[in-house]
């Protein structure tokens, strides 16, 4: 069994920061890309950032210049640091990873955590 668990959100103000953690933990033989999505009311799902396995990131538009995603030193963990958050930036923040674990190769979601921005 493999899980995902997401933590660091909260309410901040506009211009703040905000890091998202999202630890990994069960029978995991390796780690590969893992991403941040986010899901604003009444909005689809949405790619925020990858990371690769190598250490390579992508990022939407929307957060280009202002979220970084990385990796921590465990590699069973990943971070989001969240810059100049904007209102917009309001939404559930979920991890998700595509992780080998002893039975199966499979896709695994967090729960989520909220993350407010006001104006």
């Known amino acids: 069994q493999v899980q995902l668990v997401e933590s660091g959100g909260g309410l901040v103000q506009a211009g703040g920061s905000l890091t998202l953690s999202c630890v990994a933990s069960?029978?995991?033989?390796?780690?590969?890309?893992m991403s941040w999505y986010r899901q604003a009311p009444g909005k689809q799902r949405e790619l925020v950032a990858t990371?690769?396995?190598?250490?390579?990131?992508n990022y939407a538009d929307s957060v280009k210049g202002r979220f970084t995603m990385s990796r921590g030193n465990a590699k069973n963990t990943v971070y989001l640091l969240m810059n100049s958050l904007k209102p917009e930036d309001t939404a559930v923040y979920y991890c998700?990873?595509?992780?080998?674990?002893?039975?199966?190769?499979?896709?695994?979601w967090g729960q989520g955590t909220q993350v407010t921005v006001s104006s």
């Open positions: 990371i690769t396995s190598g250490g390579s990131t």
């Open positions: 998700r990873g595509w992780i080998v674990s002893t039975t199966i190769a499979s896709t695994y």
């Open positions: 069960g029978r995991i033989l390796s780690i590969n890309t």
